[in-house]
């Protein structure tokens, strides 16, 4: 299976109010529940108000739009990742999934999926 790198680094954040989103920045995830409205984005885009805010971490993304009655895709990459000690944020578009990790785990991300027989390109 073909990965693509995204050689950006992202925050993973909390704000108080979307109101103020810049929706035409590349690479804004949104999510809203009743208790919170949480935002990855771009460190550049974080916004100056956000309430909490976690920066490092490092993203990619399976190549093309998965149809969605493939299962374990994401479940797969989740477990070869956890068996190795390192921990993900994971995000699921309408096409693809990104999965984030923290900076310093990105490149051994990377050399193990790719021994696993992961294609990691670079964007």
Do not use: H
């Not at 909390?14 to 590349?26: F, P, T």
């Not at 390192?86 to 785990?105: M, P, W």
């Not at 050399?111 to 294609?119: A, K, M, Q, R, S």
Request: aromatic content about 10%; proline content about 1%.
């Amino acid at each position: 299976m073909l990965l693509k790198r995204i050689n950006k680094e992202f925050t993973v954040c909390k704000v108080a109010s979307a109101d103020d989103l810049k929706l035409d920045n590349d690479f804004y995830f949104i999510g809203k529940t009743k208790e919170e409205i949480s935002l990855v984005c771009l460190t550049e885009n974080t916004p100056s108000d956000a309430v909490a805010r976690e920066d490092g971490w490092r993203a990619f993304c399976i190549d093309g739009e998965l149809d969605f009655s493939l299962v374990g895709i994401l479940s797969k990459i989740s477990g070869i990742l956890a068996d190795n000690q390192i921990g993900i944020f994971a995000i699921s578009t309408f096409n693809t999934d990104y999965i984030l990790v923290k900076n310093e785990n990105f490149n051994k991300a990377i050399t193990i999926l790719e021994n696993e027989g992961y294609t990691l390109a670079r964007e």
